[in-house]
């Protein structure tokens, strides 16, 4: 309704006096928390160092349709919309006020963000439907809880690193609202298994979640998320020491739909990760470093998942070579095989070259005994390689690597050099030119 106005009515628009925000932000304005000074609204001129309001002339622009300006302002971003755009004229104060902006509101690494103005959000807008509070350390319980109570469509919450929030915030989401679908929450070592329960309780809907580094978590809390959560697509969990193999018994039993999952760092063993196979929808599975795993687990749920299309394996040294040509044989859908610090040799990546026509990248970094055989093999009898990892597997010559990437241009060799080499490339071609005249 903020936008009725029309253009035509638009005369002649006096920039305020006052640098106000669309939304009041608490004193002193929304300030970046990664230091960029320049960005700070300065109240004391009434001036925004964001842009030159004296040199805007709006009589012109204000002549496009409405629909128009919304469009160019949803380019901006929050700040730019609040500290910048908002103070320009009444006209687009109310333009910016517009509900489209407020739906999805991503408010990440703000460090004013403060209760108040999630109270404040929430007294005026009640159909936020994303919201990220990444890294704002000024947010509280108190205001997650009140912004939950007022937006009962919220579908997906952002809140990495907010180490102060309790389970308190999401609970009160959890029980406010029921369309929530993701929850991101990774570092957030209050969280305990009261949060978790609570999402089982009353979160039917939710397809996606992300618990990494939540330390206090346990099987029992993940018991109850998926037992109250069928629909879940994806898990990802990161060092959740107290996590083992009866949660993922419990999501592989309760969760068929479940697509993505990562059990990377947890108290995981191949006991657990067997009754994966059950998942037939499963495409990618990130197994890395998990406390115990086998071959034969492996290569077990590579055949029976057959959508599998992404596997990370790295940093397990029972993956070996007769490990990984099972894995191509059988991987009918494999893309991604990540291998990085396994137990390989030149043989994998051989049988990778012969027996797969699907994968697309192989990282074999940091795997000590690939040498210019192996990777002068797989790119040649390969169909399929797009992107070949050799991260500091220092057996495999410069030279020969050069010489693949002259052969093979559909193929992205990484190592060391390489991926120097690339990156001055993209630096010219953004105009950056090196200066020569001090070269040593
Ligand atoms: C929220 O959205 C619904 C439907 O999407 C709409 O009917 C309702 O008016 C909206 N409420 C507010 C406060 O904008
Ligand atoms: C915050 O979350 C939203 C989605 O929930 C995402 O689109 C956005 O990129 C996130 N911002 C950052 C900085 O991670
Ligand atoms: C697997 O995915 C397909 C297509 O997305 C879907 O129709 C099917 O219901 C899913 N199966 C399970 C067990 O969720
Ligand atoms: C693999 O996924 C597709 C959709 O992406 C689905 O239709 C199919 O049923 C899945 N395969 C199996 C074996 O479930
Ligand atoms: C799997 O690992 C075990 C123990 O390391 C080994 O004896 C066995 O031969 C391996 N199997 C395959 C197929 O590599
Ligand atoms: C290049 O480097 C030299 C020495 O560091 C410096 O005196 C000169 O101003 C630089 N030139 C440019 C164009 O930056
Ligand atoms: C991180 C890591 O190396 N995990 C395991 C890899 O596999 C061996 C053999 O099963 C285990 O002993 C390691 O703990």
């Given at each position: 309704?903020?936008?009725?106005?029309?253009?035509?009515?638009?005369?002649?628009?006096?920039?305020?006096?006052?640098?106000?925000?669309?939304?009041?932000?608490?004193?002193?304005?929304?300030?970046?928390?990664?230091?960029?000074?320049?960005?700070?609204?300065?109240?004391?001129?009434?001036?925004?160092?964001?842009?030159?309001?004296?040199?805007?002339?709006?009589?012109?622009?204000?002549?496009?349709?409405s629909s128009i300006l919304l469009k160019v302002f949803s380019h901006l971003s929050v700040k730019e919309r609040c500290l910048c755009a908002s103070l320009v004229c009444k006209y687009w104060r109310d333009l910016c006020l517009d509900f489209q902006f407020w739906k999805q509101i991503d408010l990440s690494g703000l460090q004013q963000v403060n209760d108040d103005l999630l109270v404040k959000i929430a007294s005026r807008?009640?159909?936020?439907?994303?919201?990220?509070?990444?890294?704002?350390?000024?947010?509280?319980?108190?205001?997650?809880?009140?912004?939950?109570?007022?937006?009962?469509?919220?579908?997906?919450?952002?809140?990495?690193?907010?180490?102060?929030?309790?389970?308190?915030?999401?609970?009160?989401?959890?029980?406010?609202?029921?369309?929530?679908?993701?929850?991101?929450?990774?570092?957030?070592?209050?969280?305990?298994?009261?949060?978790?329960?609570?999402?089982?309780?009353?979160?039917?809907?939710?397809?996606?979640?992300?618990?990494?580094?939540?330390?206090?978590?346990?099987?029992?809390?993940?018991?109850?998320?998926?037992?109250?959560?069928?629909?879940?697509?994806?898990?990802?969990?990161?060092?959740?020491?107290?996590?083992?193999?009866?949660?993922?018994?419990?999501?592989?039993?309760?969760?068929?739909?479940?697509?993505?999952?990562?059990?990377?760092?947890?108290?995981?063993?191949?006991?657990?990760?067997?009754?994966?196979?059950?998942?037939?929808?499963?495409?990618?599975?990130?197994?890395?470093?998990?406390?115990?795993?086998?071959?034969?687990?492996?290569?077990?749920?590579?055949?029976?998942?057959?959508?599998?299309?992404?596997?990370?394996?790295?940093?397990?040294?029972?993956?070996?070579?007769?490990?990984?040509?099972?894995?191509?044989?059988?991987?009918?859908?494999?893309?991604?095989?990540?291998?990085?610090?396994?137990?390989?040799?030149?043989?994998?990546?051989?049988?990778?070259?012969?027996?797969?026509?699907?994968?697309?990248?192989?990282?074999?970094?940091?795997?000590?005994?690939?040498?210019?055989?192996?990777?002068?093999?797989?790119?040649?009898?390969?169909?399929?390689?797009?992107?070949?990892?050799?991260?500091?597997?220092?057996?495999?010559?410069?030279?020969?690597?050069?010489?693949?990437?002259?052969?093979?241009?559909?193929?992205?060799?990484?190592?060391?050099?390489?991926?120097?080499?690339?990156?001055?490339?993209?630096?010219?071609?953004?105009?950056?030119?090196?200066?020569?005249?001090?070269?040593?």
């Open positions: 309704k903020v936008c009725k106005r029309k253009c035509a009515e638009v005369q002649r628009c006096t920039p305020c006096k006052q640098p106000r925000c669309a939304f009041p932000v608490p004193e002193g304005g929304v300030e970046d928390g990664g230091g960029s000074g320049d960005a700070s609204s300065n109240s004391g001129t009434g001036h925004c160092h964001l842009c030159p309001l004296d040199v805007i002339d709006t009589s012109s622009i204000n002549r496009l349709p807008r009640q159909n936020v439907t994303e919201l990220n509070i990444s890294d704002c350390r000024g947010v509280q319980d108190h205001g997650v809880c009140s912004l939950a109570a007022h937006c009962p469509g919220l579908q997906r919450y952002t809140a990495y690193r907010c180490k102060q929030l309790s389970d308190l915030s999401l609970s009160s989401l959890a029980l406010h609202c029921p369309l929530l679908a993701k929850v991101h929450v990774g570092n957030q070592d209050k969280l305990t298994d009261d949060a978790l329960k609570k999402l089982g309780e009353h979160s039917s809907e939710l397809k996606d979640i992300h618990l990494g580094q939540c330390y206090s978590i346990t099987d029992e809390g993940m018991v109850a998320l998926s037992k109250g959560c069928p629909k879940l697509q994806r898990i990802y969990m990161q060092e959740n020491k107290l996590v083992t193999d009866k949660s993922v018994r419990a999501f592989a039993e309760h969760c068929p739909e479940l697509q993505f999952v990562g059990f990377m760092g947890c108290s995981v063993t191949s006991l657990g990760v067997i009754h994966l196979t059950g998942l037939r929808n499963l495409s990618s599975l990130d197994l890395r470093h998990i406390s115990e795993l086998n071959n034969e687990t492996v290569m077990e749920v590579v055949r029976k998942c057959r959508n599998l299309s992404s596997l990370n394996l790295c940093l397990n040294w029972s993956i070996n070579d007769r490990c990984v040509e099972i894995i191509a044989k059988e991987g009918r859908s494999l893309k991604e095989l990540y291998l990085v610090s396994c137990k390989i040799t030149d043989h994998a990546l051989i049988a990778i070259g012969q027996y797969s026509s699907t994968i697309e990248t192989v990282d074999a970094g940091w795997c000590k005994e690939i040498t210019d055989q192996g990777a002068t093999q797989i790119a040649r009898s390969s169909k399929s390689l797009r992107y070949l990892g050799l991260m500091r597997c220092d057996k495999v010559n410069e030279e020969t690597v050069e010489r693949l990437v002259v052969q093979y241009p559909h193929i992205v060799f990484s190592t060391v050099m390489q991926d120097c080499k690339r990156t001055l490339e993209r630096a010219y071609q953004m105009g950056w030119s090196p200066n020569t005249s001090n070269a040593s």
